[in-house]
T-cell receptor, first 111, second 114 residues
Framework: DAKTTQPTSMDCAEGRAANLPCNHS???????VYWYRQIHSQGPQYIIH???NNETNEMASLIITEDRKSSTLILPHATLRDTAVYYC????????????FGKGTKLTVNP | NAGVTQTPKFQVLKTGQSMTLQCAQD?????MSWYRQDPGMGLRLIHY???????DQGEVPNGYNVSRSTTEDFPLRLLSAAPSQTSVYFC?????????????FGSGTRLTVV
């Protein structure tokens, strides 16, 4: 998988937007950016993915820079239940069957 | 539609015992994977499969065997359990096509080897 870099931890106030950055400067042209999260002790949960354009679903928005070397996951109105470890993953082109997790960002949403 | 089902949820083994962790999915997903997660650590890929009859090793395959005789099932076998295999094991599945909608994970099997 293409190397990704994420901050180790972040804090966010409840009700505010949480913006989680990810650097993936070695990403190739056809490689997607995926975001997952893992709430304590549970199995990871898929959040969103994108290639070039910004994406939005019921959980979050994904903003990918024009050069595709970085992206930001946005949780528009963070709640306490969004406290989790968030993983940014770029599966190697042709290797999307093998999902390799890094250390992720521990997001703590504070009341 | 049950998603990814893992059994058992909890298991205690004695050193040297063998067992099989079961994983089944009903979404007709081609890809399936096994991960382990040690306390306070990230997920590490053990084995994965891109379809029935095809398996490959991940980051930490030693001490584990897998097979994929059907699309639905991907069991993980511990050959001779060791305390170092105490961990939480997650199974996951996904569609094959590029840009697919991500992996679906099971709720995990918590294994303790004493």
């Amino acid at each position: 998988d293409a190397k990704t870099t994420q901050p180790t931890s972040m804090d966010c106030a409840e009700g505010r937007a949480a913006n989680l950055p990810c650097n993936h400067s070695t990403i190739s042209g056809n490689e997607y950016v995926y975001w997952y999260r893992q709430i304590h002790s549970q199995g990871p949960q898929y959040i969103i993915h994108g290639l070039k354009n910004n994406e939005t679903n019921e959980m979050a928005s994904l903003i990918i820079t024009e050069d595709r070397k970085s992206s930001t996951l946005i949780l528009p109105h963070a709640t306490l239940r969004d406290t989790a470890v968030y993983y940014c993953i770029v599966p190697t082109q042709g290797g999307s069957e093998k999902l390799v997790f890094g250390k992720g960002t521990k997001l703590t949403v504070n009341p | 539609n049950a998603g990814v089902t893992q059994t058992p949820k909890f298991q205690v083994l004695k050193t040297g015992q063998s067992m099989t962790l079961q994983c089944a999915q009903d979404m007709n997903h081609e890809y399936m994977s096994w991960y382990r997660q040690d306390p306070g650590m990230g997920l590490r890929l053990i084995h994965y499969s891109v379809g029935a009859g095809i398996t490959d090793q991940g980051e930490v395959p030693n001490g584990y065997n897998v097979s994929r005789s059907t699309t639905e099932d991907f069991p993980l076998r511990l050959l001779s359990a060791a305390p170092s295999q105490t961990s939480v094991y997650f199974c996951a599945s996904s569609y094959r096509r590029t840009g697919n909608y991500g992996y679906t994970f099971g709720s995990g099997t918590r294994l303790t080897v004493v």
